[in-house]
């Protein structure tokens, strides 16, 4: 994990910033991380907690304790329809996302889907995302309902959209800002949960949409704002003909207010110079999804600029344009969206996207993201070397960051033995007796 209190100024700093105890033990109470350090000089008050508290132990020798992945773009709905074959965005989204989408009216149904979901999220190690729900208020409030079910830490929105989509997605100005409010007032900063306001992006949003969430973000300045930005070049033209009088893309967002900390935009690969500023200036925040860019042929997302303008960046599967949950097969993608561009993506890097800078991005770095005491308990216990390739693989890996890159070019569910939320153990892989859940 990364103990680091300032934001990081260049990708070489993470070698010397990463935290790694090889025999280690971590005492938590009440959710927390009370105490962690070396196996041996815990010993004294390991016995001492026994003595006084009746404490359990979970014994992971030979395992890799990392904090809690975090996926800062995914679309619960989308679960269903990973895999749709053969079209970019625009298409993609008229074709096989708007239909399946139309289900979330239905309460039941949207239960059964978010159980399934968060048991996707869990089973790949993942406690905190950032979910698109759909336009159906419905569709929310089951996903908050069995994220509150186990503590987890989740921010969500429902869709926003009142145009450029099929009429059993659409509603207007009005009874989107009434379903928004009433989402906001039921879930936000209960428990673990907070709410985002999802405008899905700029071509199905009417102006009068985005004055509503403007007056939303300015009211509850604490509710995140998730969209899209910049994903594929037909989107572009088509924003760039519908809002001539912006300057760019993001500019259409800006103007309604809707930059600034706490704002997440998904992709960003098609960025001209002045958006690079204003997100920066904004203090506004990417999501990359590696996965999804190549499934959908969006593009490739440019790291070494966001290091170069300072943004805040975190990784998203962006399931179901994504083609996994799975947070070491996303990283194992990002690195290959790197080396075409010849930026070389450590795996100290990697591994930061996926936890600190995630929860970074998201503005939650006081509550998740490493193992300081005081932080949340939400970590998940990795097996490197499951399959025989792995075993094989890690006899000739020497040192950490070998071991690290190792596990995230050939890692997959497999190798997530155990997951944790809260202090919970929330998922056990052998517990499973070598099924895959259902
Ligand atoms: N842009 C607008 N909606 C969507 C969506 O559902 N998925 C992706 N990847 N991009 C979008
Ligand atoms: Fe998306």
């Known amino acids: 994990f990364f103990d680091i209190r300032e934001p990081v100024l260049r990708p070489e700093d993470f070698e010397a910033q990463v935290r790694y105890i090889e025999d280690g033990l971590m005492l938590l109470s009440g959710g927390h991380i009370v105490w962690l350090g070396s196996w041996q000089e815990g ?3 390991l016995a001492l907690a026994q ?29 269903e329809m990973i895999g749709a074959y053969g079209e970019q965005l625009l298409e993609w989204l008229t074709r096989y996302t708007f239909p399946t989408e139309q289900q979330y009216h239905c309460a039941d149904y949207s239960k059964r889907m978010s159980k399934f979901f968060l048991d996707q999220l869990l089973l790949n190690g ?4 950032l979910v698109f729900g759909t336009v159906h208020p419905e569709s929310v409030d089951a996903l908050f309902k069995e994220a509150a079910d186990i503590n987890m830490r989740l921010v969500a929105g429902k869709v926003m959209m009142d145009k450029n989509a ?32 999802t405008p899905r992006f700029a071509p ?57 900390e706490r704002c997440v935009f998904a992709h960003c690969l098609h960025l001209d110079d002045s958006e690079w500023d204003c997100l920066h200036d904004t203090d506004s925040t990417i999501a990359f999804c590696p996965t999804s860019n190549l499934f959908l042929g969006s593009g490739l997302f440019n790291l070494q600029k966001s290091w170069h303008k300072q943004v805040r960046v975190g990784m998203g599967t962006d399931v179901g344009a994504g083609t996994t949950f799975n947070m070491l097969e996303t990283l194992s993608e990002a690195y290959k969206v790197g080396q ?11 591994f930061y996207h996926a936890t600190l800078g995630g929860a970074r991005a998201l503005h939650l770095d006081d509550k998740i993201g490493n193992f300081n005491t005081g932080k949340e308990a939400d970590f998940v216990v990795l097996e490197p070397g499951v399959s025989a390739l792995q075993k094989l ?14 596990l995230m070019t050939l890692g997959d569910d497999r190798n997530v033995y155990s997951t944790y939320v809260d202090g919970e153990q929330v998922y056990a892989r052998d517990a499973l007796q070598g099924e895959r859940p259902a």
């Open 43 to 45: 010993e004294g008050r």
């Open 340 to 350: 075409l561009q010849r930026y070389r993506l450590s795996a100290f890097e990697a």
């Open 393 to 406: 693989r890690a006899t000739n890996s020497k040192t950490l960051a070998e071991k690290l890159f190792v």
């Open 51 to 79: 003595k006084t508290a009746g404490l359990e132990i979970d014994d992971f020798r030979d395992k890799l304790i990392v904090p809690g992945f975090v996926d800062t773009h995914i679309h619960y709905p989308q679960t």
């Open 204 to 260: 199905t949003s009417s102006p009068e949409l985005l004055q509503k969430v403007r007056l939303l973000k300015q009211e509850f300045p604490d509710v995140y704002m998730h969209t899209h930005l910049s994903e594929n070049v037909a989107e572009l033209s088509w924003v760039k003909e519908m809002h001539p009088e912006h300057q760019h893309y993001l500019d259409v967002y800006h103007q309604y207010g809707l930059t600034g």
């Open 126 to 129: 993942t406690t905190t995302a």
């Open 166 to 197: 099929p009429d059993a997605l659409l509603e207007t100005p009005d009874e989107s800002e009434r379903d928004t409010r009433a989402l906001i007032a039921r879930w936000h900063n209960r428990q673990r949960l907070s709410y985002a306001l």
